[in-house]
């Protein structure tokens, strides 16, 4: 449908498109992704010929864009851009009739495809034809946006960036339908983003590219399964399989470094008064040389203990305890099983190292999931 | 002779004057709008050499209003053509400003949104770029109007008529009455069109720039 061949396009010395050729499949949803300045909004314009290549090719259906006037080419193509660019000056249904009015369509027929557009949206022609873009909501305007894109039914809708500016509800809402939108009216949309969530989600196609070349061209499943460059795997980041990683993990991953310890020489109301101060209900209690010795828990002390006596005869083993290297998964299942609701790890030398809580590990599994987390 | 009789014997002579002031006003603006707003058109087109045109036209403000009718008076002789040919230059600047900055600060991403949609080089002008600067057009008439209707008092000097008569007249014999006579409806004609150009603003103001959220 959309063929590119030998693209080039340069601003004086800087290359921006170099040597692109880049095939796009009619009916299909193709979203240009790479770094800034990787060339993929040059990429997008070169088709509706704002910018004008410096050589090289570019076909629609076969026919040589170069060679057709741009304006009437342009109205045979949607084009959505971040900034929508709805005119303030018209109402929605005058920005949505633009192109059928340039392209002289009858009155009613325009009339009829406002209608089915707005409805297409749920923005109700009645409560919304009359009003002036800057009384929209911005997810509105956007809406507004692509329809006016949509008007004249051409088969090639360009967006670039659309939803760059949305807060990230109405983001998602709009990804929604304009995937139900493309698929139902069968359009080839070629869509530029930065945004590796965004081109997941809708993409049939993805072409990543670099520095004016396209490095990698693939559905989004392929791109997850073998990344062909590592940019390409920097931003699927959070997205890749961590399978392999998680085998390899240990209870050391997943514990929290920093606890409590007190000898088991310390006296019951100290305790009593430490675990309060420190919102616990146990303490991890060590022998002298900072070897392990057991736990021991606010109910024991309040149950049995003598005020002013040592704890050394209440501490207890009840708590699992596990190796700082055993396989995460031991650790996990340990810590399903304790009857204590946390699992103390241990250095080799049998000092404490940490804990691993139902919180800690909850954490370490989200990161090892979906990346780094912010709480 | 009081001030009211003084009116009522001279009622006809200035209200003859006050509208040939404003035939005066009226035409040399009109001459002004229609150089000054293709000029602009045609300056937002060609950028680079849009600041010396607007230099020269700067220059030409500077010109004492009585330098610029002395020459006009060599050219054109005496009576109104000199004078509305003066005035008409001083019209230019201030529209033709306008309309320069008002349409090349029309927001790039609507030229950009109308030329990738398809509208053509002149449709982009007349459905997007004029209608959005419409308001600083008109604020560069109404300022012109107002300077115009001012300085036409001047123009009375090469015979031209007008308020500017009554004014010289009065100043050439030591009569307050026929100065005031021409100063005050100068100053109120000046105040009228100020208001009614500004209502005309608000009027054709495109009614989405109007509504803010």
């Known amino acids: 449908m959309i063929q590119f061949r030998n693209v080039k396009k340069s601003y004086g010395k800087k290359t921006i498109l170099d040597n692109l050729s880049l095939d796009i499949k009619a009916g299909e949803f193709v979203i240009l992704i790479g770094p800034s300045g990787c060339g993929k909004t040059t990429t997008l314009k070169t088709i509706n010929r704002l910018i004008e290549p410096d050589s090289g090719e570019i076909y629609i259906d076969g026919k040589d864009i170069t060679k057709m006037d741009p304006v009437k080419l342009r109205r045979t193509i949607g084009y959505v851009i971040q900034q929508i660019g709805l005119f303030p000056n018209m109402t929605v249904e005058q920005n949505i009739a633009i192109v059928p009015k340039l392209l002289n369509y009858k009155k009613e027929e325009i009339d009829e495809i406002v209608h089915h557009l707005l409805d297409l949206v749920n923005m109700p022609y009645e409560e919304n034809a009359k009003k002036y873009p800057s009384e929209l909501s911005g997810g509105q305007q956007q809406r507004i946006g692509v329809l006016r894109a949509l008007a004249a039914s051409p088969p090639i809708v360009l967006m670039d960036e659309p939803f760059g500016a949305l807060d990230p509800v109405t983001r998602d809402s709009l990804q929604e339908e304009i995937k139900k939108i493309q698929k139902k009216l069968g359009k080839t949309i070629v869509f530029v983003t930065h945004d590796m969530d965004e081109a997941l989600r809708l993409a049939d196609t993805i072409v990543f590219m670099n520095e004016g070349k396209v490095l990698q061209m693939a559905s989004p499943e392929e791109m997850l399964q073998s990344p062909a460059h590592p940019i390409i795997k920097d931003f699927l980041g959070k997205h890749m399989n961590n399978g392999n990683d998680a085998e390899n993990m240990v209870a050391s991953d997943f514990m929290r470094a920093k606890v409590l310890t007190v000898p088991k020489t310390k006296k019951t109301l100290e305790c009593i008064e430490l675990m309060s101060r420190r919102d616990v209900s146990s303490l991890i209690v060590v022998e002298d040389d900072d070897t392990y010795c057991g736990t021991v828990s606010v109910d024991k002390i309040k149950a049995q203990g003598k005020a002013g006596k040592e704890i050394a005869g209440l501490v207890t083993m009840e708590s699992m305890t596990v190796n700082r290297n055993s396989n995460a998964q031991e650790a996990f299942e340990l810590l399903i099983a304790s009857p204590t609701g946390y699992v103390v790890v241990l250095n080799d030398d049998n000092t404490v190292a940490g804990l691993i809580t139902k919180t800690s590990m909850a954490k370490a599994m989200g990161e090892a999931l979906w990346g780094e987390m912010t709480q | ?213």
């Open chain 2, 1 to 213: 002779m009081s001030y009211s009789e003084f009116l009522t014997k001279h009622f006809n002579e200035i209200l003859k004057a006050l509208l040939v002031h404003i035939e005066i006003v009226f035409i040399s603006v009109g001459i002004g709008v229609i150089i000054a707003v293709p000029l602009g058109i045609v300056l937002s087109r060609h950028k680079s050499i849009a600041k010396y045109v607007l230099a020269v036209v700067g220059v030409i403000q500077t010109i004492p209003g009585l330098v610029l009718l002395g020459i006009m008076l060599i050219l054109f002789g005496i009576g109104k053509p000199p004078a509305i040919a003066a005035l008409s230059l001083y019209a230019i600047l201030p529209i033709l400003r306008n309309t320069y900055i008002g349409i090349t600060e029309v927001d790039m991403h609507y030229i950009e949104a109308a030329k990738g949609i398809g509208m053509s080089g002149n449709q982009i002008l007349f459905k997007v770029e004029l209608p959005l600067s419409m308001p600083a057009i008109i604020g560069g008439l109404r300022l012109s109007t107002v300077y115009i209707i001012s300085w036409a008092t001047l123009a009375g000097m090469i015979g031209a008529g007008g308020l500017g008569d009554m004014i010289w007249t009065g100043l050439s014999s030591y009569e307050t009455k026929y100065i005031l006579a021409g100063a005050i409806p100068a100053a109120i004609l000046a105040l009228v069109a100020s208001a009614l150009i500004g209502f005309i603003q608000r009027a054709i103001t495109p009614k989405g720039l109007r509504i803010r959220r």
